[in-house]
């Protein structure tokens, strides 16, 4: 799996679980951006993560 195809998998257990999260998306191989209701946004460095160290960050930036 691509880490493209991850972000967009992961992105939709985000929206799943109801949070104020409204997009995950791949803005380079190094960077994830989380997108919330009100219009923020968030970057996330997930530069040489694993898969499970991408959910790591992503929900630590979320909150």
């Known amino acids: 799996m691509s880490k493209e195809d991850f972000i967009l998998v992961f992105e ?3 929206l ?4 104020d999260i409204i997009a995950l ?4 191989d190094n960077t994830a951006q989380i ?3 009100g219009g923020g946004t968030r970057k996330v ?3 040489a993560d694993s898969y499970g160290a991408i959910i790591m960050d992503v929900m630590k ?3």
């Open 35 to 37: 997108t919330f209701k």
């Open 16 to 19: 799943c679980a109801n949070l």
């Open 61 to 63: 930036r979320a909150f």
């Open 12 to 14: 939709t257990t985000l």
């Open 45 to 47: 460095n997930i530069e």
């Open 25 to 28: 998306s791949l803005i380079d």
